[in-house]
């Protein structure tokens, strides 16, 4: 009899059968569906099984969390449902058509521009600061800036001009590069094709409005005049041409013989799509771009521009937790290379601002609940630096009110943005910092509009949840005693050797109050009789676990951990242990068994496992026995980061095994192999 039969005969009857899976993968906790109707799951049902932790969707495939056996469970359920499994970049494929055309187009968008954005960010704070040592006339009664009277300003901000300008006016070149990563083909060619579009041959995008139409350079070719215009900071003219070349490439390596290919697919993919490029996507591309960007300015500069704002710092928060808030970033490119600055990005800055804020008062809210301390300080912190995830899913979502509050919040404050015109230079950081973008003739009113979009949310989410938190959520569960004493934390894990996750976890709905933080004399974190300790695998910061942007990982439904922000590339062994699963395609996880029973995940970064193993080296195999220290997993940061996925590492115990007490120690800077990070008696 197979370990999981009568668990694996009921998900197929339960997800609507064979003929509702269109494909069907794995991870190394989850299985991955993609169903022709996700109706035909009965959710409920499935979350009750005993091999079941719990389901939820996202990007179109239903997932159902295993655990560490998902491997074993994966291969009955497949046998059994006569079923062949795909590969993940299959199934992703799949999934994309339980999405409509819409979705899809938004999907791809943040797919290309993931990659790019942390150029775009470094390069709007590059253009910020040079506005402020170049624009902004500090001295001399208003009349000269610190370039004007100091030499060495004047050097520097010549010379930060070559980084914002490789940035912002040869972004079709990442743009084309990205697309050809995200397709699977060539991605020198991509490159290329994405110079050609700004070469200094060219005629500077900038330039062509100021340029009289009888002064453009021409290719003469007898018959036909081609214009020799650039594309400098045009998105949509590079994503159309990307693609022509990826399409190109595509058609020409099917129908070409493996020996020639080498020579004929880059001459036939590349030449055409240059061509094409310069004489009709890129004219029409440059139309259809222009085109959005001035519905967008015109909407928000209109008479109705403060209501269009109102609307969209309402949303934008909803948007973000879709994913679909990347496409603002083509929006903004486009809006920053036609009117040299954009209304639409401060918009975005003063929203994250506001969910800040509501995190903010849900820490005074919860200031005598040290669990909820460990969740939100960070989040604020890290929400008002511009990354929203952690406030969204660990807070706002969770209680719903302050993602209100701060949706009320943000929409004030950006129609009173849009109303006085504020303009960011560029994109920027999205949170307190964002005002180094912001042209300086606006600063006066955008800290006004920071201002409400700190103090809105602040009240409403304070007056709302004096009245709807109870006790419980205030002050914590009874007999929790506080955090110990300086930076670290510690906390008390009740993942049960043979408990499965309570029925409410599915969908990430778990109760985080059902474990307390502690620091109790007697326990065995605190005096010295622990039992075992637990090393950190990697050198980085131990962060607490609600605070990993994974619902699966954060609301403990696979178990308690820690969460770890790396600064090394190299997993090793917290102890001695011997190897139970490994991801030997992706590489990105590995599972351990210890002698008393203990399993142990280590998962590398978040929804990594589409990376299909690019960027990681697996060191060991089922059935290997390691030590404390041993290397298990090494990794490229670059890799993961130009991928878009966040490094955030997750360090579970899956199961106690026959450990009791188990305490975990975050907050804290550990040393792989020094620094203890769980402790058990």
Same mark, same amino acid.
């Given at each position: 009899?197979?370990?999981?039969?009568?668990?694996?005969?009921?998900?197929?009857?339960?997800?609507?059968?064979?003929?509702?899976?269109?494909?069907?993968?794995?991870?190394?906790?989850?299985?991955?569906?993609?169903?022709?109707?996700?109706?035909?799951?009965?959710?409920?049902?499935?979350?009750?099984?005993?091999?079941?932790?719990?389901?939820?969707?996202?990007?179109?495939?239903?997932? $159902?969390?295993?655990?560490?056996?998902?491997?074993?469970?994966?291969?009955?359920?497949?046998?059994?449902?006569?079923?062949?499994?795909?590969?993940?970049?299959?199934?992703?494929?799949?999934?994309?058509?339980?999405?409509?055309?819409?979705?899809?187009?938004?999907?791809?968008?943040?797919?290309?521009?993931?990659?790019?954005?942390?150029?775009?960010?470094?390069?709007?704070?590059?253009?910020?600061?040079?506005?402020?040592?170049?624009?902004?006339?500090?001295?001399?009664? &208003?009349?000269?800036?610190?370039?004007?009277?100091?030499?060495?300003?004047?050097?520097?901000?010549?010379?930060?001009?070559?980084?914002?300008?490789?940035?912002?006016?040869?972004?079709?070149?990442?743009?084309?590069?990205?697309?050809?990563?995200?397709?699977?083909?060539?991605?020198?060619?991509?490159?290329?094709?994405?110079?050609?579009?700004?070469?200094?041959?060219?005629?500077?995008? #900038?330039?062509?409005?100021?340029?009289?139409?009888?002064?453009?350079?021409?290719?003469?070719?007898?018959?036909?005049?081609?214009?020799?215009?650039?594309?400098?900071?045009?998105?949509?003219?590079?994503?159309?041409?990307?693609?022509?070349?990826?399409?190109?490439?595509?058609?020409?390596?099917?129908?070409?013989?493996?020996?020639?290919?080498?020579?004929?697919?880059?001459?036939?993919?590349?030449?055409?799509?240059?061509?094409?490029?310069?004489?009709?996507? %890129?004219?029409?591309?440059?139309?259809?771009?222009?085109?959005?960007?001035?519905?967008?300015?015109?909407?928000?500069?209109?008479?109705?521009?403060?209501?269009?704002?109102?609307?969209? &710092?309402?949303?934008?928060?909803?948007?973000?937790?879709?994913?679909?808030?990347?496409?603002?970033?083509?929006?903004?490119?486009?809006?920053?290379?036609?009117?040299?600055?954009?209304?639409?990005?401060?918009?975005?800055?003063?929203?994250?601002?506001?969910?800040?804020?509501? $995190?903010?008062?849900?820490?005074?809210?919860?200031?005598?609940?040290?669990? !909820?301390?460990?969740?939100?300080?960070?989040?604020?912190?890290?929400?008002?630096?511009?990354?929203?995830?952690?406030?969204?899913?660990?807070?706002?979502?969770?209680?719903?009110?302050?993602?209100?509050?701060?949706?009320?919040?943000?929409?004030?404050?950006?129609?009173?943005?849009?109303?006085?015109?504020?303009?960011?230079?560029?994109?920027?950081? &999205?949170?307190?910092?964002?005002?180094?973008?912001?042209?300086?003739?606006?600063?006066?009113?955008?800290?006004?509009?920071?201002?409400?979009?700190?103090?809105?949310? #602040?009240?409403?989410?304070?007056?709302?949840?004096?009245?709807?938190?109870?006790?419980?959520?205030?002050?914590?569960?009874?007999?929790?005693?506080?955090?110990?004493?300086?930076?670290?934390?510690?906390?008390?894990?009740?993942?049960?050797?043979?408990?499965?996750?309570?029925?409410?976890?599915?969908?990430?709905?778990?109760?985080?109050?059902?474990? %307390?933080?502690?620091?109790?004399?007697?326990?065995?974190?605190?005096?010295?009789?622990?039992? %075992?300790?637990?090393?950190?695998?990697?050198?980085?910061?131990?962060?607490?676990?609600?605070?990993?942007?994974?619902?699966?990982?954060?609301?403990?439904?696979?178990?308690?951990?820690?969460?770890?922000?790396?600064?090394?590339?190299?997993?090793?062994?917290?102890?001695?242990?011997?190897?139970?699963?490994?991801?030997?395609?992706?590489?990105?996880?590995?599972?351990?068994?210890?002698?008393?029973?203990?399993?142990?995940?280590?998962?590398?970064?978040?929804?990594?496992?589409?990376?299909?193993?690019?960027?990681?080296?697996?060191?060991?195999?089922?059935?290997?026995?390691?030590?404390?220290?041993?290397?298990?997993?090494?990794?490229?940061?670059?890799?993961?980061?130009?991928?878009?996925?966040?490094?955030?590492? !997750?360090?579970?115990?899956?199961?106690?095994?026959? !450990?009791?007490?188990?305490? #975990?120690?975050?907050?804290?800077?550990?040393?792989?192999?020094?620094?203890?990070?769980?402790?058990?008696?």
């Amino acid at each position: 009899m197979a370990k999981y039969e009568q668990d694996v005969q009921a998900l197929l009857r339960l997800i609507g059968g064979k003929e509702n899976i269109r494909a069907v993968s794995h991870c190394m906790t989850r299985m991955r569906f993609v169903l022709a109707d996700e109706k035909k799951a009965d959710t409920e049902a499935i979350g009750k099984l005993p091999s079941v932790k719990g389901t939820f969707t996202q990007a179109g495939q239903y997932q $159902v969390i295993i655990g560490n056996d998902v491997s074993t469970f994966y291969n009955e359920f497949t046998a059994y449902a006569g079923i062949e499994g795909v590969s993940k970049d299959a199934a992703k494929q799949a999934a994309k058509t339980n999405q409509n055309v819409v979705q899809r187009i938004m999907s791809s968008l943040g797919e290309i521009f993931a990659p790019l954005i942390p150029a775009l960010i470094c390069g709007g704070l590059i253009l910020g600061f040079r506005n402020i040592i170049g624009e902004i006339n500090f001295f001399n009664n &208003g009349t000269q800036s610190l370039a004007d009277i100091s030499q060495f300003w004047a050097g520097t901000y010549s010379f930060l001009w070559l980084i914002g300008e490789a940035v912002f006016h040869l972004l079709p070149v990442g743009i084309v590069w990205s697309i050809t990563k995200k397709m699977g083909t060539t991605q020198i060619l991509g490159i290329v094709l994405g110079l050609t579009l700004v070469s200094s041959q060219l005629l500077n995008g #900038f330039s062509v409005a100021s340029t009289p139409a009888d002064q453009i350079p021409v290719w003469d070719f007898g018959f036909a005049k081609v214009q020799m215009i650039g594309y400098q900071g045009q998105v949509i003219a590079a994503i159309m041409a990307g693609f022509v070349l990826v399409y190109l490439e595509k058609f020409f390596r099917k129908i070409c013989p493996q020996v020639i290919s080498m020579i004929v697919v880059p001459f036939c993919s590349l030449l055409p799509a240059v061509i094409i490029a310069h004489t009709i996507v %890129g004219p029409i591309g440059w139309k259809i771009g222009n085109f959005i960007a001035d519905v967008v300015y015109g909407g928000l500069t209109s008479g109705f521009g403060v209501l269009f704002a109102g609307v969209f &710092g309402l949303l934008y928060a909803p948007i973000v937790m879709t994913g679909l808030h990347h496409m603002t970033n083509a929006i903004d490119s486009q809006l920053v290379s036609l009117y040299d600055g954009t209304n639409l990005w401060p918009m975005i800055a003063l929203s994250n601002i506001a969910q800040g804020s509501a $995190v903010l008062a849900m820490s005074v809210l919860q200031k005598k609940n040290d669990r !909820a301390k460990q969740i939100n300080i960070p989040a604020c912190i890290s929400c008002y630096l511009g990354v929203t995830e952690p406030a969204l899913f660990g807070v706002n979502l969770k209680y719903v009110f302050p993602l209100v509050c701060g949706m009320i919040g943000s929409a004030i404050a950006a129609m009173v943005s849009v109303g006085f015109g504020v303009q960011a230079v560029s994109i920027g950081v &999205g949170g307190i910092p964002g005002i180094l973008s912001i042209y300086s003739q606006y600063w006066g009113i955008f800290l006004v509009c920071m201002l409400i979009a700190i103090v809105v949310p #602040f009240v409403l989410t304070f007056l709302v949840g004096s009245r709807k938190l109870s006790a419980a959520d205030r002050y914590g569960e009874a007999g929790e005693s506080g955090a110990a004493s300086g930076d670290a934390v510690i906390s008390e894990s009740t993942a049960a050797s043979t408990d499965k996750a309570p029925a409410d976890s599915v969908n990430g709905a778990a109760d985080d109050t059902a474990s %307390g933080s502690t620091a109790s004399g007697n326990s065995a974190a605190t005096d010295g009789t622990a039992a %075992g300790t637990l090393k950190s695998p990697l050198d980085g910061r131990i962060i607490p676990i609600e605070e990993i942007p994974d619902e699966v990982f954060s609301q403990k439904i696979m178990g308690d951990g820690v969460g770890i922000e790396p600064t090394g590339n190299t997993v090793y062994a917290p102890a001695d242990a011997t190897v139970g699963v490994v991801m030997a395609d992706s590489k990105h996880a590995c599972g351990l068994v210890m002698d008393n029973g203990m399993e142990i995940l280590i998962h590398v970064g978040i929804d990594t496992v589409d990376m299909n193993g690019d960027g990681f080296e697996l060191f060991v195999k089922e059935g290997d026995r390691v030590k404390t220290g041993d290397p298990l997993i090494s990794f490229t940061p670059e890799k993961i980061k130009a991928a878009g996925h966040p490094m955030t590492t !997750a360090f579970l115990i899956t199961d106690n095994g026959s !450990a009791s007490d188990v305490r #975990f120690i975050s907050n804290q800077d550990a040393k792989a192999g020094q620094t203890v990070i769980a402790e058990y008696a």
